[in-house]
Structures are given as C-alpha cells and as structure tokens.
C-alpha cells in the first residue's frame, strides 16, 4: 500500500511540476541596446528639454496618497500640481505589484513577469536581473549621464550597480522598520545637493511607506507624518532645482486597504506620478489638470482615477524622449501626449514615430500582425491618431505576454491525470465505494469545479466554511439519529469555527472592520491574557505521568512568550503595562544593555536561542524513544505540542489566541470521533483535510500573493541570511494553521496502533485523491483561462499556492516529517 | 369514574412517540392505524404560490428590494396560507381540525420569539456579527414566518410530533445553498446582504411545503 501511494505521489508532484515549466517559462526579450532609426541625424542633434533629471520612487505611493483631499499629506506638492509647475497622472502599474517586476517595468517598459513576483521574495536569485535587457539608466549611462542611486536595493540586483557614479542600497526585508530605512537615503540629500554638478541623475527609492502598509494597513495612524516627510524632501530637492532639471514622484505600485499588494485590485494597481519643473508652467496643463484644484475628492474613491490616466511604462518612452535617449527596445510604453508640446514640433513627430516603430518590432517579436507600418505612415503626423494605434498596440502586447511552452504543459497535464486515475482507483479498491470515498471525491469536485471561477479561487474561504457548516450540522443531525445526541461536542466545535471566521479579513474582496484580531489589538490586555493562557494550554496537554515533556514544553513555552512580548514591544504593538516591566527585566538581563534599544537588541540572541532549544529537544526526544529510555507513543504527543509551540513562535500575536480554539475544538472533535465513528481513520483524515484548508485562511492567507507573511519569516536572522532557512521559516509560518491540523489526526490514529503502515496510508489516501482531483482542475483551468484577464492577478497565484502546499504539507510535513515520527513513535 | 374514562377516550392525541400510539388498547380501536396519527394530504392544496408572489414582488416590483416592506406582507398571507391551504390538507387522527384562533396569534408571537434562536443559528452559520444586525434580524423573521405554518402545527400537537422537523430544516437548507451567489463579483445590487439569503429561505420553504407530504 505505502508503495503505491508513493509512487501517485511522485507522480502527481512530478506532473505539476512539469506542468509549471511549461506554464511559467521565461519571457521572450528583444537582446541588445536600441539606437535611433528614423531621422538619425535630427535626433542625435537635438537639444533634449531637460539636463538633469531627478527620479524619486516611493514605494506603494498608491494615488490617493499624493492627490486625495482627505488622505494626502503632500501639501507642496499639491501647491505645485496647482500653478501648473507640476503634472500629476495615475499610472496603472501591471499586476503583480511587487516591487521587482513593477521596477523591471519602470526601467525597461516591459510587461513583467509573472515568475518575477516569486522571484521578488527570493531576493538573491540571479536569473530576474536585467543587466542584458535594454531599460532608460542603461541608455542614460551610454550617452554619458553620471547617475547616482540610493534606496531600495533591488535596483542594484537589477542593475550593474557599476553605472551608478556613487550607490548605497537599503535592504527592505525588514518591513518593521520604517524610519531608519528612510533616514538612510534622506541623509544622502545634502551631500548631493552640495555636489550637483557632478551628476545628472539621481535615482531615490523610499521604502517606508510600503512598511507602515504591511505593518498597519492604508489608513495607519504612521501615514500621515510619513505623507510630510516625504513632502518635505521633495521640497528639498525641488527648492534646490533649476528650470533644466525635471523631477519625477512616483509610486511602483499602490496598496488594497489593508496594505497589502501584488494582485490586481484598484488599489494595487493605481500608482501616483507626479513630473514636476519650473519649467512645465510655461506649457498647457493636461487637460484633466487644467480645472481641478488639488488635493481633489472623487465621487467614487474606491477607483482610485486621479486626473489623467496612463500606463505606468509610458513613462519610459517619455523619459527617453524628454532626454533625448533612444526608447528602449522591449518597452511596450507610448509617449505620454502631455509631454510632445516640449520638444520641437519636428523632433517631437521624429520621436513619435521612432515610438511607433519600436512598438511595432515588439509586437512583431510576439507574433502581433495587423497594424500599420511606420513608413506607410503618411507623412504628415496626424498626432492623436498615431497615439490612438499606439494604444491599441500597447494593449495587445500587454494581453500576450507570454509563451507558453505547451509541450510540458500536456507531458505534465497527462501524468498528473495518470497520478489522478491512478489514486481513484486507488482509493475504490481501498476503500470500497463507500461514504468517506464519496465525500472525499465531494469535496474534490466542489473545490475543483470552483477553480474555474476567478471570483470562488479569490473566496475560496466562503467555499470551506460552507463545507464545515454541513458538515457539522449533518454530523449532528447523524448522531441526534443513532441516539446519541451528541450536542455540546458539537456546538463546542460550531462554535469554535464561527470564532474563527470572524478572527481574520481573508478572501480579496471585502474587508470587515470588526474582526477579531483588530479588536484584540486594541485590547492590549486581553490579547495578551489570552496569548499567555493559549502557551499554557498547549504546554499543560496530557502532561500527567511525563515529567520530561512537562519542563520542556514549559521551557519552550517561556521562550516563546517573551520572544513574542518582546517582538510585540519593538513593532510598537501595545503591550499591558506589568508585562512591559516584565518584558524588559528579562531582556536586560538576557543581553546587560539598559536603554532603550534593548528590546531591538534581545530579538535575535532570543530567537537564536528558541531555535537551538527547540532542535535540541527534538533530538534528545529522539535519542530516548530510539534507547527505549522513555514510554513508547510519546514520541509523537510531545513533538505535536513542540511543534504547536514553534508554529505559535512563529504566528502573528493577534492570531495566537487562534490556537486556544483549535484546542477547545481538538478536545471537542476527539470523542465525536471517538464515539460517533469510531476512531475511523478516513473520517479523521477528512476532518483534518477540511480544517487545514478552512483555519488557512481564516489565519489571514488567500489565494494571493499579496498575503504572503513575510514579517514571520525572519525570526532571529542577521544581515546575512540563509536563503532556504528564510524559505522554511516563511513556509512554516504561512501554512502555521494547516500544520497544526496536519498534526490532528496523530494522537487519535496513531496511539496503540499495531498496523503502523496502513493507518499511515489510511491517513494520506483521501488527501493525496483530494490533492489529485484538484489539481486536474486546477491545471484545466489555468490552460483553458490562459487568456482570461486575470490569469496572472488570480489564477497563477493559486497555482503556486497548490503546488506550494503539494510539496510542503504534503510531501514534505506529509512524509518526510510524519514518517520518521511514527516509525520511531 | 366512568364518565372520566369516556372522556380519556374521546381525547385524540396526536403523538407519533410510539410509546403512546401503539398502546395495545389503541391499537385495537384505530382502525387506520397503518396511517400515522397526523400527517399533511398529498395535495396540491399545499403548495404556497403565494411565496412566488412574494418573490416575483421582491425582486422584480419594490424597488431596492424592501426587505421590511416583503415582511409585512408576508405575515397575513401565511396566516391566510395556514387557514385556507396548509390547516385543511392536515389531518389529524382521521380528521381535520378547525383553525384555534387564539393559537393563530400565540404562533405569531412563537415566531417573534423563534427569530431569536434563528438569528444566532445565522450567525453560527456565518452572518456578520458586529454589522448589519438588523437586516440580519429580519432575515432571521422571515425565516421563523416561513416556517409559520409549521410551527403552528407543533403548538398544536403539543410539541409531541416530528413530521414537521422537514419544513424547518428545507427552509434551513434554502438559505445555506443561497449564499453561494454572495461571493461572485458579478457586482449585482441583489448580491448584498440578506438579500440572497432572503430569496433562498422562500425558494427553500416553496419546494419544503410542497414536497413535504411526499418525502
């Protein structure tokens, strides 16, 4: 049985895998530099607008930040939108809106890739640079711009930082600290300012804004001061600009509401740009511009549609145009109409034209037909006509990508259906045609066929939480049949999910203001009271007759609790006030500094410990079952609470009283299982399936990439990080709750069992059926959507997602982790 | 002494507990004992058209779907629907009973009250919490009205029948399959809470009240 099932597990991951080398290939690009084409000789010789040119990037700048009446500290800059000495646009910036693709649109113009937004997390991968790609600073470092850069370092992992004069990078991994990620690049400022003749582009990326978003949502109450600052270093520089430099605010993407981005939602995708010179007065204003006094109000905020609308890599096209560089061969931009009345009326047909030409040989490149070539173009430049083909060339670029390389998409599609008719099969000669078969295939079916709607994939949760309502009220309505009447086990778990329902925002498309874990925040005490009584009730699981298991877990336990206070205290979370004394005596003890920044100083020596505990134990705890030293079956009771202990070590506080009603429920479900279907080891399976999936995204996980927990994934690392500990620590982290409900089943199957193998595989077979079936649909729905407009925004992100827990809690917390356990259990 | 033995017998009780209804004397006397001693008449008589008038009114006449306004004219029209339809296709030991006026209004006050129970089974089952209470409330007085005619009959079987488990538990069912629409962007004005909920705790009592008998 067990090597059957390995093999349709192999098989199945295998498939997917396949599937997604062929779905996510890497993107087709135009090599080498562009020059100019058409009239050579005009444009070399012409007098570009402008001299210097200052670019300000502020992460996550979302529109409303910098033109809204009631959301925008940008005072100055509203001044300047208002006597016209500053052009304001909302760029629509492409999804994903992360920081690395939205940069590689930026600088190249592309469309970006969906692979980048993977690739935005696991920063040190070498393949997402575009040293051979064409982008503006290239063409600037090749005609002779010294340009200078300081900010975000993805930039210079995009970037040869060599054509950077003078360079410092901030790393932004840190996403609680959003003060001195600033102050290191506006400390930079006056020295600039002082050597100003010895650049000509200074590139800034502030990072700030982007963590007060993560940390505490679109209206935190950091916003505001934030908006000034940078209010106040535009004003800065710009004091200090004369009429030939060009300034240029802009954000690389927005934010949803809860400070979140990388999907596709207003929010996300509406970026503020901001082109801002003295000399911009002496020319019309864009029209939208021309009547509004800014800061604006919009009749329906939610849109995010400040003044003009644009494509955010038009920017690239006009940069070029504006200092006379060529445009970028992969650029997919269009010259931003506002901007021709600059250039000389020839030099500005010149430059539109080279516009058209470069679109056209990108769109060629992608096997676009259809459009007009350039030379068939009369000659007589009929402006808003050629931007108007300009624009539809854009559009049919953006929509096509991609290439897919249909090869490994069937190979993989085909084995991963073998994997699926394979483990069906499976499962009938298992487990006869029988109820749990049925259900299994059930819900398969619902969460399959759900893949096919954009909208049930964003609310999967809703999906979930509707399986658990039937599936308790007709375990009720069984056991109210058999006589039983089991009502308060019931309840008890009813009641339980309900709580959960409501700790969390989840899903992408409605956002509640009374959830628990908001409220709890504003309830320092409380959170914290239940925090401590969750370590406690974990720790105190059956204890009796274990004294080892007893002191460890209560060691750990500690550790976590003041790791946690401390964590809380130093991203500013409030925190009672005896624990505050408590918190700190231990930490002062724990590293001998006494100020202020001994909170900032404990976290990592803390962490580092737990971890070293925390493997320490794990491994003693093996010794002594392997010498017979300690009471068989224990191994496995005391590594589930360990692990509960590591997995709440690493949950965001407001989600660990989270795990004090999964307890409640665990005590709750055991009899129900117990008695109603005798220890059944399918039913437990399918009840351990169903909260996994359920409590992973009532813990605040979607199906999108925006809600990645990134702030939990660097717990007790330095600088200098190891890649694959983060990636295990962020894996860990995100699928905390799942985890815990993996581990469900163990104690109920597990103890006194003589069969080891065949519950295990008893165990697995509905999941891996579950897991197969989906998947089939899932894959189904990604080829036959692949034109769908959210095929990037929602559909791939839930493919990383299946193929992220096909590996992690599958294959991996699945085998590799529950296997070793129970053999030596 | 024999006078209150005539008067045992002439009560009819309605019981399906079997403990009552297969009392060896009983069973001699009953003489359609195979029938059950209450049950609704396979009739079309039952089923409530009026819930599709309603619906056709709520959906396609009031405008921005006047929740409170469908209440209203729900109430008198179940009571109707009870009186002319739903009391006289119910037969009682062998026959029908008249309508207990007095009960008509203390089962109307029963569901005022059974909204409350029904309001924090909505809630367990996932309705906000914090927000929108009223409009949960109502959908919560819809569902106990819908279930008027019901729940009139157990008042007057004395709590001591089961058959009429099934109308609550349709009505149930017709509001959970209805919120699978809630989550669709199709942007609808109809997609906002309760309205679904509403539509499918009708469409869940039509086919419950009609099909009921049968099942």
Redesign the interface.
């Known amino acids: 049985m067990l090597k059957k099932l390995l093999v349709l597990l192999i098989l199945q991951v295998g498939g997917v895998f396949i599937f997604l080398s062929g779905f996510f290939p890497q993107k087709n690009v135009l090599a080498g530099n562009a020059a100019y084409e058409i009239n050579t000789k005009l444009q070399e010789n012409a007098t570009p607008p402008f001299k210097k040119l200052v670019f300000v990037v502020i992460d996550a700048l979302r529109s409303d930040f910098i033109f809204d009446e009631a959301n925008s500290g940008f005072s100055f800059v509203h001044s300047k939108l208002n006597t016209g000495e500053a052009w304001g646009f909302t760029a629509y910036s492409n999804p994903p809106t992360v920081t690395l693709p939205r940069l590689k649109g930026i600088t190249t113009g592309s469309t970006p890739n969906f692979l980048d937004a993977i690739l935005n997390v696991a920063e040190d991968d070498s393949s997402s640079n575009i040293k051979d790609q064409d982008s503006w600073p290239m063409q600037f470092h090749n005609h002779g711009y010294k340009m200078r850069f300081f900010g975000d370092d993805t930039w210079l992992k995009l970037l040869p930082p060599t054509i950077f004069d003078e360079y410092e990078g901030t790393n932004s991994f840190f996403v609680s600290d959003f003060q001195q990620v600033d102050l290191n690049v506006t400390r930079h400022i006056p020295h600039q300012l002082k050597t100003k003749n010895e650049w000509d582009v200074l590139i800034l990326h502030y990072l700030g804004l982007d963590h007060i978003g993560h940390k505490g949502g679109a209206s935190s109450i950091f916003m505001p001061d934030k908006h000034k600052e940078m209010d106040g270093v535009i004003e800065t520089l710009y004091k200090d600009m004369d009429k030939d430099t060009l300034m240029v605010v802009m954000g690389d993407h927005g934010m949803n509401d809860v400070g979140n981005h990388g999907g596709s939602s207003a929010g996300e995708t509406s970026a503020g740009l901001v082109f801002l010179s003295k000399k911009l007065s002496k020319f019309a204003k864009p029209s939208l511009q021309k009547d509004t006094k800014l800061p604006m109000s919009l009749d329906d905020p939610s849109t995010y549609k400040y003044l003009t609308i644009i494509q955010q890599m038009d920017l690239v096209p006009t940069i070029a145009a504006l200092f006379n560089v060529p445009v970028p061969r992969n650029s997919a931009g269009v010259l931003i109409p506002e901007f021709i009345q600059l250039l000389n009326t020839k030099v500005g047909d010149t430059k539109l034209l080279e516009n058209y030409k470069q679109l056209l040989e990108v769109a060629k490149m992608q096997d676009i037909e259809g459009f007009l070539d350039e030379d068939r173009i009369s000659k007589k430049v009929d402006q808003s006509k050629i931007i108007q083909t300009m624009k539809q060339i854009q559009q049919t670029i953006i929509r096509n990508a991609t290439d897919y390389n249909y090869d490994n998409i069937f190979i993989g599609y085909g084995v991963l259906v073998l994997a699926t008719i394979g483990s069906v099969v499976f499962g009938i000669s298992v487990m006869g045609i029988s109820v749990p078969l049925s259900i299994t295939l059930g819900i398969a079916a619902l969460i399959g066929f759900s893949c096919f709607?954009?909208?049930?994939v964003?609310?999967e949760h809703?999906l979930w939480?509707?399986i658990i309502?039937?599936s308790i009220s007709s375990s009720y309505i069984i056991s109210l049949i058999s006589g039983r009447g089991q009502f308060w086990p019931h309840f008890i778990v009813?009641?339980g999910v309900?709580l959960i329902?409501?700790w969390n925002n989840t899903?992408q498309?409605t956002v509640?203001?009374?959830v628990i874990s908001q409220q709890l925040q504003q309830e320092p005490a409380i959170l914290w009271a239940l925090n401590i009584w969750t370590v406690f009730v974990v720790c105190i699981r059956d204890f009796k007759g274990n004294p080892v298991s007893f002191i460890s877990s209560f060691t750990l336990g500690m550790m976590v609790m003041t790791y946690k206070m401390s964590w809380a205290i130093v991203n500013k979370e409030g925190m009672p006030e005896y624990l505050l004394d408590i918190t700190r005596k231990y930490c002062v003890i724990y590293t001998g500094f006494n100020d202020e920044s001994v909170f900032d100083q404990a976290l990592i020596p803390m962490a580092t410990l737990f971890f070293r505990c925390f493997a320490s134990i794990t491994v003693i705890k093996f010794i002594a079952t392997a010498l017979k030293m300690q009471k068989s079956n224990t191994l496995m009771n005391d590594m589930t609470k360990y692990i509960t202990l590591l997995l709440i070590f690493l949950s965001p506080s407001a989600n660990i009283p989270q795990y004090l009603v999964f307890e409640l429920m665990r005590y709750a479900i055991t009899p129900i299982m117990k008695k109603q279907y005798s220890t059944s080891v399918y039913a437990v399976s399918l009840v351990s399936l169903v909260l996994q999936n359920f409590t992973f995204f009532q813990f605040g996980g979607t199906n999108s990439i925006a809600t990645i927990d990134l702030a939990n994934a660097y717990h007790g690392v330095s600088e200098n990080y190891n890649i694959y500990l983060i990636g295990v620590m962020m894996a860990v982290a995100n699928f905390a709750p799942a985890i815990y409900w993996a581990m469900f089943p163990w104690a109920i199957i597990y103890n006194r069992c003589d069969k080891k193998g065949t519950t295990f595989g008893k165990n697995k077979l509905p999941i891996l059926i579950f897991s197969c079936v989906v998947g089939c649909c899932l894959l189904a729905a990604c080829v036959a959507l692949r034109y769908h407009l959210f095929i990037w925004s929602v559909f791939s992100p839930k493919l990383c997602y299946y193929a992220g827990w096909a590996i992690f809690m599958n294959v991996i917390m699945g085998y590799l982790v529950e296997g070793p356990l129970l053999m030596f259990n | 002494m024999s006078k209150k033995n005539k008067n045992v017998k002439k009560r009819v009780t309605f019981s399906d507990d079997t403990t009552i209804s297969s009392h060896p004397t009983h069973k001699k006397k009953d003489s359609n004992y195979d029938r059950p001693p209450v049950y609704v008449r396979k009739t079309l008589t039952t089923v409530p058209f009026h819930l599709l008038g309603l619906l056709y009114y709520y959906v396609k006449i009031s405008n921005n779907y006047e929740t409170l306004m469908l209440l209203l004219t729900l109430i008198p029209m179940q009571i109707a629907y009870l009186v002319f339809q739903f009391n006289r296709s119910t037969i009682y030991g062998n026959k029908r009973l008249k309508v207990n006026i007095p009960l008509l209004f203390i089962t109307a006050g029963g569901s005022v009250l059974l909204s409350v129970p029904a309001m924090i089974i909505i809630?367990?089952?996932?309705a906000?919490?914090?927000?929108h209470l009223f409009q949960t409330w109502l959908l919560a007085l819809h569902a106990s009205f819908l279930a008027y005619p019901a729940l009139y009959s157990v008042f007057n079987c004395d709590f001591k029948v089961g058959l009429w488990k099934k109308y609550f538990i349709a009505i149930m069912i017709g509001g959970?399959l209805s919120?699978?629409v809630?989550?669709?962007?199709w942007d609808r004005d109809w997609q906002v809470w309760p309205i679904p909920v509403v539509i499918g705790t009708y469409l869940g009592a039509f086919v419950g009240y009609s099909v009921a008998a049968y099942i």
């Open positions: 709607g954009s909208s049930f964003e609310e809703q939480w509707w309502t039937i009813f009641f309900r329902r409501g899903g498309q509640y203001n009374y | 809630i367990l089952f996932g906000p919490f914090v927000e959970w919120c699978v809630i989550p669709l962007d």
